[in-house]
Nanobody, 121 residues
Framework: QVQLVESGGGLVQPGGSLRLSCVAS????????MGWYRQAPGQQRELVAI???????KYADSVKGRFTISRDNAKNTVYLEMNSLKAEDTADYYC???????????????WGQGTQVTVSS
């Protein structure tokens, strides 16, 4: 089974920082894209940041200059460094990967369970 385990969420004051981590485990052949999505209460899920195997990065406009996505291919891990956090960043954050399992030809999407980030004073 492929499993994504997220960590690092929690409560932080406005202007503070958090670092989210997501580790992919299982019989993984290779990972094409890793990214983070979020869903605030009453809102639609939205892309936060993605990073491809070629190190191409895309950020949502709302987080540019504040968030940094990175990945460690040797550890099958993606990180999201969140700085200058705002109340509007409060949401459930989900890790997503587009990967191929050992013995399979096609890539598939996998999702983490989500981790809550609350920005409040």
């Amino acid at each position: 089974q492929v499993q994504l385990v997220e960590s690092g969420g929690g409560l932080v004051q406005p202007g503070g920082s958090l670092r989210l981590s997501c580790v992919a485990s299982g019989s993984i052949l290779d990972i094409s894209t890793m990214g983070w999505y979020r869903q605030a209460p009453g809102q639609q899920r939205e892309l936060v940041a993605i990073i491809t195997s070629g190190a191409i990065i895309k950020y949502a406009d709302s987080v540019k200059g504040r968030f940094t996505i990175s990945r460690d291919n040797a550890k099958n891990t993606v990180y999201l460094e969140m700085n200058s956090l705002k109340a509007e960043d409060t949401a459930d954050y989900y890790c997503n990967t587009f990967l191929r399992r050992v013995g399979e030809v096609r890539f598939r999407d996998y999702w983490g369970q989500g981790t809550q980030v609350t920005v409040s004073s």
